[in-house]
């Protein structure tokens, strides 16, 4: 019966320091510097301006230049820095269909020291008629700044009348 008391305490034990391991690691990763948090909203900001400015390319800025960005939406997913590009130069040709942009209901959350999540709702107010949803974007902290690796947009349906 010795035996079985020890083993249970020893399973005890490394169960507690399992759960004490992985709440901490829980705890360090949700914890984010402040200059971290305001690279993170500097580049959002950014996109707002750039887009309500109708440039394109600058709110692309805000993306990471790479052939693995991706980018989700009702259409499946686009892959690549220029092809989100290109997606966005077609459902956006002029600055009337860019309309105005918001961001709202920003939560940022890092992932680890060098990585964090972003949950939000954009709107566009626009003369054909007002579109908004959510996102989720996941950022990477790279030499160069804080960039979107991955982008998951959707859109609201339109509010019945």
Aim: hydrophobic content about 40%; charged content about 20%; glycine content about 12%.
């Amino acid at each position: 019966m010795t035996n079985k008391l020890v083993v249970s305490g020893l399973l005890l034990a490394s169960l507690v320091g399992t759960c004490l391991v992985t709440a901490s690691g829980r705890t360090a990763a949700g914890k984010m510097k402040e200059t971290d948090r305001a690279g993170i909203m500097a580049v959002l900001t950014t996109q707002q301006n750039d887009w309500n400015k109708g440039d394109i390319r600058g709110f692309m800025a805000g993306y990471w230049n790479s052939s693995e960005l991706t980018f989700a939406g009702t259409r499946g997913f686009t892959r690549g820095w220029q092809p989100v590009m290109e997606r966005y130069e077609k459902n956006y040709a002029d600055k009337v269909a860019m309309g105005t942009l918001d961001f709202s209901e920003l939560e940022i959350r890092q992932l680890g020291p060098d990585a964090a999540l972003v949950l939000g709702k954009w709107h566009l107010q626009r003369q054909t008629g007002d579109v908004g949803g959510i996102f989720t974007l996941v950022f990477q902290k790279f030499p160069e700044g804080w960039r979107i690796i991955h982008d998951h947009t959707t859109q609201s349906p339109p509010e019945a009348k």
